[in-house]
Every structure is written in structure tokens, then in C-alpha cells.
């Protein structure tokens, strides 16, 4: 029997339209070693390291008459190089011309006829890099059966770890008859499915996200903690199929001395910083600012656990202080909230996020976005994915990377979506916003790193 989409993975399916496309992206960019960065070589790469991750070789297919949730089945036409594709910028590519092409790249739907995902190979960047863009469905990102594909590419060494050998065979894809007869197979054994499938089919938004909340369990408890409604915000508008796209680089070293300096933790600062910048953002707009004013982040956290080298993840429902001018008086307010969560057990009930993760960043900031978007605009004003990542050089067919920036889809009626990861000494900030709400995203990206400096200035040399 093919295997079902559990009722949160169909959820995205049936969740998806023209403005909210459901995937999760990366940029990693890479310096070319002297042996080159091809796409031949990218494709051979991954061809063998598909078999680690078998669901990237199925495609969806949906039962006559919506009688159960689709099922996964191989695609017995998987060609890998429609996935893996090569674009290039114009010599010599710049920075902004990459991150146009990413806000495209994101701004496109999926092919649900086909696995859902793709990566592109962009040449041409000067300095002589090259960039690797991933897309992948939420419905396929479990964490530990199928992390996000930008995981499994990379190594710790030059050299790649040796291919794992395994004759792929497809296995024949159901008929329509033997779809529901498995179907009905179910209902007889579980009469309710039946109603709540149809009712999902015909996108009952209602029933799909109680459908997402019962997958997610205690998180969605967490989140039903909240007292009030997210204040407004200008980051809430309906918003358009198109994107832009912006990115920030600190140090990880900065955001530690802050830490040292003021208390709290690494995920503290940078939700301060975020603070300190959109406040700026604000204000270069026009808009009211009071010194009572806040922003609400819905803030999956991955947190590291030092002493047992393990992980846990948590969501937290945060108000950001934007109408704070003291950059430091910012930081203790967002530490005293993140406080008050943990000592509530509120991360408690998040922990039904554990058993999904593969506690790499990709996979993670996905998780963290399939979060975000089984919940309404009135929860909250801005997503945050704040992800800590490998302090040691990673590597792709010999390129070392040297950045990587999350790319965190919008949810219904959110204009920014922020995605951070540490990566090897730096702390990289992707900001996927919408095209008409959000034309100034750039600036926003550029306040990220101002606010950086602003609280590195109360820090005593």
C-alpha cells in the first residue's frame, strides 16, 4: 500500500494558493575551487545522495473522488536533471542580481505533478563564487524521513563521503481503482476519515487548520496562550504572488560579546537586533511609533543543548519592543519574555516538534515555517527562524560554502518572513518579503546590521 500524507503534510497541499506558495528555500554561496563548481558534478552528487532520501524520487497523487488524503508514489519518469537546473548572472554577477533572481525563483510554484523540489546552480557571481538555490514543499519535509535536500549535499571535508550505493527501481505507480479500494479499505476501519477528507479536499480553511493544530499537539496550546491579538502592523496585508528578497551578515563573535556584556542568549540578541531594526524600519516609513509599540514574532527556536550536544526545538509567541530607544533596554525586555516563556513550560508543549527534526538548519527553518503557517495573521505580525548551525566549514563537491541564508516562505496575509542561521563564525540573515508591501525590503536588511553595531556600541571593548 503507498504511503498516505499524514493529515499535516496534506494540510500544505491543500493550504497552497497563487500567493502562498508552501515551499522552503536556501542560498548557499560557495568559493570555486580550482578543479571548478559544475553542474555536471552538482547533479552526479545528488543522484547519489537521493537514495538518503528516498521521498525525493515519489510524487504526489490524489485519490478519485478525494476519498483520503493523497499518497506518496514513486515517479517512474524521475529524470534529476528536471530538478537540478543551472542558471547564470550576467559576468560579474552581483550580490543584488542573485537575490533578484532568488525573489523569482521563490516567487514560482511548485509542479505538483512531478517531486517537489528543485535546486538551481547560479554561475557567474563574481569573486568566483557560485550559489546554490533550493526549493522544497513543506509537505515534504518531516525532518527524519525527508529532511530538507540543501541537508544532504553538503560535506564536512573537500572530499565527498563515499556515494551509497543503491540500484533505484520504481515501484509501479497505483491505478485509480487500487487508490480507492485502499480508501475505502481505511473508511471501513475509520468511518470519520471520510468526512474530514472531503471536507479538506473541498479547502475548508477551518477544518484544515484544526487539522494542522491536532497534527502539531501541544504547540498549538502554546500558541492558544496568547491573550490578546498581534497589535497591527504593516507587515499585514494582503499580499501578491511576487517577492523580494534581502539578506544581512553579522558575526557570531558580536552577538556572544553581547551576550557576555548583557546577559541573556545569542537567540536574545539577534530577536533584539530584529527589534532595534524594524523599529528604525518604522519610523523611515512614517509610522507612529510610541514607546509602548511592539511587533509580535512568531519565533520557532532551535536551541543546542551544550552539555548533552543534543537539541530540542520551541515556538514562542514574542513581542518585540520597537518603541524602546535603548538598544539594551530592548535586549532585556525580549530576555525577560523569553524567560517568562520557559519558566511557564510553555516550550513544553512545543516539544511535539522534536520527533519531526533532523536538527540540521535547512530542515529546521522548514519546520519552523510549517509552524508558522497553520496559524492565523492575528496571532502574530513577522516570522522568525532562528537556527544555530555548524561552526566548521561545510562543502559541496569540493566548494567550500561561505554563506548560507534561509529563505522562509509567507504565510496568508504576512509581508516578511526573516530566516537566521550561524554558520562557521557568521550569523546570516534572509528576509523573503512581498514585492508590493515590502519595496524596501533592502533597507530593512541594511537597518539588521545597523542594529548589530548600535548594541555593540554598549558593549565595553
Known sequence: MPDRLSALDASFLYLEDSTTPMHVGGVAVFRRPKAGFDYDGLVDLIDQRLALVPRYRQKVVHVPGRLARPVWVDDPDFDVTYHVRRSALPRPGTDQQLHDLVARLMSRPLDHTRPLWEIYLVEGLARNRSAVITKTHQAMVDGIGAPEIGQVILDVSATPRRPVEALWMPQPEP?????????????????GELVENVRS????????????????????????????????????VRISPQRRFAVARTRLDEFRAIRRAHGGTVNDG??????????NWLLSRGEVVTGQTTMRAMAPLSIRDE?????????????????EPNPVVRL????????????????????????????????????????????????????????????????????????????????????????????????????????????????????????????MGTVSQ
Do not use: C, W
Open 175 to 191: 491505478s485509480g481503482l487500487q487508490l480507492v479500494a485502499d480508501a475505502v479499505a481505511e473508511v471501513v476501519q475509520r468511518p
Open 332 to 455: 532585556h525586555h525580549v530576555s525577560h519574555a523569553m524567560r517568562a516563556h520557559q519558566e511557564s513550560g510553555q516550550q513544553v508543549a512545543a516539544q511535539t516538534l522534536v520527533k519531526f527534526s533532523g536538527f540540521a538548519p535547512p530542515t529546521l527553518h522548514a519546520l519552523g515555517a510549517r509552524a508558522a503557517s497553520s496559524f492565523s495573521r492575528r496571532l502574530f505580525n513577522v516570522v522568525v527562524t532562528n537556527v544555530p548551525g555548524p561552526q566548521v566549514p561545510l562543502y559541496a563537491v569540493g566548494a567550500k560554502m561561505t554563506e548560507m541564508f534561509p529563505v522562509v516562505p509567507l504565510a496568508k496575509s504576512q509581508a516578511l518572513s526573516i530566516g537566521v542561521t550561524s554558520y562557521d563564525g557568521g550569523v546570516y540573515f534572509g528576509l523573503n518579503a512581498d514585492r508590493d508591501a515590502m519595496s524596501d525590503v533592502d533597507v530593512l536588511a541594511a537597518m539588521v546590521e545597523e542594529s548589530v553595531e548600535e548594541l
Open 201 to 236: 479536499a473541498a479547502m475548508d480553511t477551518v477544518a484544515t487548520v484544526r487539522k494542522v493544530a491536532g497534527a502539531l499537539g501541544g504547540l498549538a496550546s502554546a500558541v492558544r496562550t496568547a491573550a490578546t491579538p498581534a497589535p497591527g502592523s504593516p507587515l499585514n
Open 307 to 323: 552539555d548533552t550536544n543534543g537539541s530540542q526545538v520551541s515556538a514562542y509567541l514574542v513581542d518585540l519592543p520597537v518603541g
Open 270 to 279: 539577534v530577536l533584539a537586533v530584529l527589534s532595534g531594526a524594524l523599529r
